[in-house]
């Protein structure tokens, strides 16, 4: 009998859309029920071989948006890796999608919080979530990060039903 355990800080964002840190041999079985689609892999650093190997089986696409060459890993996610990703989810030929970093918790925090902003979350509600995961290892500069971003600068023609409905 397979176990099904999810991976570390993994949350349902929305129908068909998922978050979470990077999974290991123990949580490949719950990602095949879900049947994934694509993956945006937000960490600086490459994916273990395990999981490559996983996703490569699986004929999971994944999208490696963290490694950012102009920046330290410890500074917060930019602006432009959050935008790319928000085209990624935004558009529904890529569900069932799923958004990860390393632990869950900052790189994917910060990008599912600017995507509640265009979902018109009121900000309390969206650092509620985003400490949720965080933990004890809040950084100020992600939820300053999430406040001031512009949502303007996301542009989408067909996004999932899903974001209408807040």
Known sequence: ?????????FGMVADDLYRSGQP???????????????IIFLAPDDPTQQFQNFVEDQDID????????????????????????????????????HIMC???RHRTGT???????LQRWNLTSIFEEYRRFAGSKVKL?????????????VTYNDAPQWLYLS
């Open 111 to 117: 990008v599912v919080g600017c995507l509640r902003k």
């Open 24 to 38: 290991n041999e123990l949580n490949f079985p719950f990602l095949e029920k879900l049947q994934i689609k694509k």
């Open 1 to 9: 009998m397979a176990h099904h355990i999810p991976p570390l800080n």
């Open 62 to 97: 994944l999208i490696h948006l963290g490694m950012d060459t102009h920046q330290n890993p410890w500074n917060p996610i930019s602006e432009e890796i959050v935008i790319s990703a928000l085209k990624i989810i935004l558009n529904p030929d890529n569900y069932p999608l």
């Open 141 to 153: 500069l992600n939820e300053q990060f999430i406040e001031l971003f512009d949502t303007d600068l």
């Open 102 to 104: 390393n632990l869950g």
